[in-house]
């Protein structure tokens, strides 16, 4: 983060941000937000949720500097390594966004062509 910020680089930073470090609440082993981290280097940063029409309102003023998305998830499944990791974690990802419904599944495509579209138009300028 500090040297894309000391060079303007326009980079987007996506955190997901269940609220554990490991299975403890991040309260309890830390004293700082990422978001601030990034505001002390004078990036743009967000803190939003996982909505994704939310979440898609930050991608508008993305890849122009560096900017930080702190996206507070609520994930049914834990991350890979603790607890139910049988399944493949691609496949976690689909049963996630289908039990959403498809009006959920259709804004979660629409929000990745956008950000396959700006990457295309910024290789394009370069």
């Known amino acids: 983060m500090g040297w894309a910020s000391t060079k303007n680089l326009p980079i987007l930073f996506i955190i997901e941000d269940n609220n554990l470090s ?3 609440e991040k309260k309890v082993r830390r004293n700082w937000e990422i978001h601030d981290v990034a505001m ?3 990036m ?3 803190n939003t949720t996982d909505d994704p029409i939310e979440f898609g309102t930050y ?3 993305s ?3 560096p900017m ?3 996206v ?5 499944y834990w991350h890979s390594g603790a607890g139910c990791d049988d399944e493949n974690i691609f496949d976690r990802y689909e049963t996630e966004m289908s039990s959403l419904g498809p009006e959920a599944v259709k804004i979660d495509r629409h929000y990745k062509e956008k950000v396959d579209e700006i990457w295309r138009k910024q ?4």
Do not use: D, V
């Open 22 to 24: 490991i299975l403890t």
């Open 40 to 42: 002390a280097f004078n």
């Open 44 to 46: 743009k940063a967000h």
């Open 59 to 61: 991608l508008q003023e």
């Open 63 to 65: 890849f122009s500097t």
């Open 68 to 70: 930080l998305l702190n």
């Open 72 to 76: 507070n998830t609520h994930r049914k």
């Open 123 to 126: 290789l394009e300028t370069q």
